[in-house]
C-alpha cells in the first residue's frame, strides 16, 4: 500500500503552505502529492488568501522537488479546453523529469465556474460528453508519435492537423487517472482511458462495490493493461484520544463520525483500517490533509502508520 498526501487549497492556502508541504511529504518519504483542482471554498472557511491555480502550482513544485510524484485530484474538464490543458501537463512533466500524474473529471461544482466566468454545462450528460471526447483528445495528443500529426472529430471539439506538441516526459504518456462512484459511464471510461481508477470519500463496502463495477467493465472491454485502485480518505491520526480529538476539532470534524467515513484514530487504528482497503484492492491511498499547518501530523502518520505498511 503506497499513502499518498491530498490537500485542498481552496479551504485557504499559499504556494509558500503547499510546498511547504510537499516538501515534507517528499523528505518523510509519501510517495506523492496531489492537490485538489478549485477556484472556490467549500463550507464554513475563509479560503483566504483565495484559490491558487493547480498546473501553476504543480509546475512550481515541480522545480522546487525532486522525487515525489505530483498530480491533481481530479482537474475538471469545464476549465480548460483540452488541447491547451495537454500543452500544460506535458510541460509540467517535462519539468519534473517525469512525476506528474493526471486526475480528471467531468467537473460538477457549479458555484466556481459562476464565480470566476466559466461556462458550466448544467445538463450532467453534456459534461460527460465533453469530459469523454476531452479525455479521448489528451490521450491521442500525448500518444501521437513524435513527427506525425493528430486529428480528432466530435461533437464538442475538433482537432485538425495538430502536432500534438510538445511531448511528455513519460512515454506513452503521464498516467491518468479516472474517479467517481458512477455505475456506468464512469467505469467505462476508466476502463477505456485511465491507468488508475480512485473512489473518493466513500465508506469500505461501497468503495469495494465501486472498484468490481469497474473491474468488470475492465472485463468487458477485453482490456490487458493493469488497472491500478485507489481511495481517497481524509485522515486524523494522534498518539491518543486527546490528540484525535484535537485535530479532528481542527478541521470542523467529529472524531466518531470521521472513524466511520475516514482514517481516524491511533496508528494502529488507521493501519487496521487501511488494510481493509487493501482486502478490497485497493493499491493506493490519498490522505486527505486539511490542516496544513501541522506539519507533526504528517511526521506521525510516516512514522506510526506507514512504517507497518509492506
Known amino acids: 500500500m503506497r499513502l499518498r498526501i491530498f490537500t485542498e487549497p481552496q479551504q485557504g492556502a499559499t504556494y509558500d503552505t503547499l510546498l511547504t508541504v510537499a516538501r515534507a511529504a517528499e523528505d518523510l518519504g509519501f510517495d506523492a502529492f496531489f492537490r485538489s483542482d478549485h477556484y472556490l471554498k467549500m463550507g464554513n472557511v475563509t479560503g483566504l488568501p483565495g484559490p491558487t491555480d ?40 517535462q519539468m519534473s523529469g517525469g512525476r506528474v500524474e493526471f486526475g480528471f473529471g467531468a467537473g460538477w461544482f457549479e458555484a466556481e465556474h459562476t464565480a470566476y466566468g466559466l461556462p458550466f454545462p448544467t445538463d450532467a450528460r453534456e459534461r460527460f460528453d465533453r469530459f469523454e471526447e476531452q479525455l479521448a483528445a489528451i490521450v491521442g495528443l500525448w500518444e501521437t508519435p513524435a513527427g506525425e500529426t493528430f486529428d480528432y472529430r466530435g461533437r464538442h471539439y475538433r482537432f485538425e492537423n495538430s502536432p500534438a506538441l510538445p511531448k511528455p516526459a513519460q512515454s506513452p504518456r503521464p498516467p491518468v487517472l479516472v474517479g467517481g462512484t458512477g455505475r456506468r459511464r464512469t467505469p467505462r471510461l476508466a476502463a477505456a482511458y485511465a491507468d488508475e481508477y480512485n473512489v473518493p470519500f466513500n465508506v469500505l463496502e461501497d468503495t469495494g462495490a465501486a472498484f468490481d463495477r469497474t473491474r468488470a467493465a475492465v472485463e468487458e472491454a477485453g482490456r490487458t493493461r ?84 509492506d
Open 54 to 93: 493547480a498546473w501553476i502550482t504543480l509546475a512550481g513544485l515541480a522545480r522546487e522537488t525532486s522525487r515525489i510524484r505530483l498530480g491533481t485530484l481530479m482537474t475538471a474538464a469545464t476549465f480548460r479546453a483540452p488541447g491547451p490543458l495537454a500543452i500544460s501537463v506535458a510541460q509540467v512533466d
Open 226 to 309: 493493469p488497472m491500478v485502485y485507489s481511495a481517497a480518505q481524509v485522515v486524523c491520526v494522534g498518539r491518543d484520544e486527546a490528540e484525535v480529538a484535537r485535530r479532528a476539532a481542527a478541521i470542523g470534524r467529529e472524531v466518531p463520525e470521521l472513524r466511520v467515513n475516514g482514517l481516524a484514530g491511533s496508528p494502529g487504528e488507521v493501519v487496521d483500517k487501511i488494510g481493509r482497503f487493501a482486502e478490497i484492492g485497493a493499491e493506493r491511498l490519498y490522505l486527505q490533509v486539511l490542516d496544513l499547518s501541522d506539519l507533526d501530523h504528517l511526521e506521525l502518520i510516516a512514522d506510526k502508520v506507514a512504517s507497518q505498511l
